[in-house]
């Protein structure tokens, strides 16, 4: 299904994680945009997700998630999605800093097009 849809559309944007779905939705991109932030920031926003969403947040979650960097627990690292990168055939553009959704639009926008970049910075439309 995703796979139909990804090939229905000109220009498509997917979020999460694609580790293990197939080579036809991994290969499908002209770019991966791979968002890493320090395990601090990671944990304490997924901490306030928690609880805005449940109004508790689980201990067995948080250890899980906090073992991303060293890639110690079962599913997703960053060992795993490190390899997973290196396989991949398209551009990639790595964001590993606490940007602003509007710095990060900008450091796409870069990758997709410098004169879209240009207008999109000079007009301050972000």
Not at 9 to 25: F, K, P, R, T, Y
Request: charged share 20%; aromatic share 8%.
């Amino acid at each position: 299904m995703l796979n139909t849809d990804i090939q229905a559309e000109e220009n498509v944007v997917v979020s999460g994680s694609l580790v293990g779905w197939g080579a036809d939705i991994e290969n499908a991109f002209d770019l991966i945009v791979f968002l890493y932030l320090p395990a601090s920031i990671r944990l304490e926003r997924l901490r306030q997700r928690e609880l805005a969403r449940y109004g508790t947040v689980d201990p067995a979650f948080l250890a899980w998630a906090s073992q991303y960097d060293e890639g110690v627990a079962e599913g997703r690292s960053l060992a795993k999605h490190n390899a997973w990168l290196a396989q991949r055939s398209c551009r990639i553009l790595r964001l590993e800093k606490d940007f602003t959704i509007a710095e990060r639009i900008v450091h796409i926008m870069g990758v997709i097009s410098p004169a879209a970049q240009q207008q999109t910075t000079l007009s301050g439309k972000i």
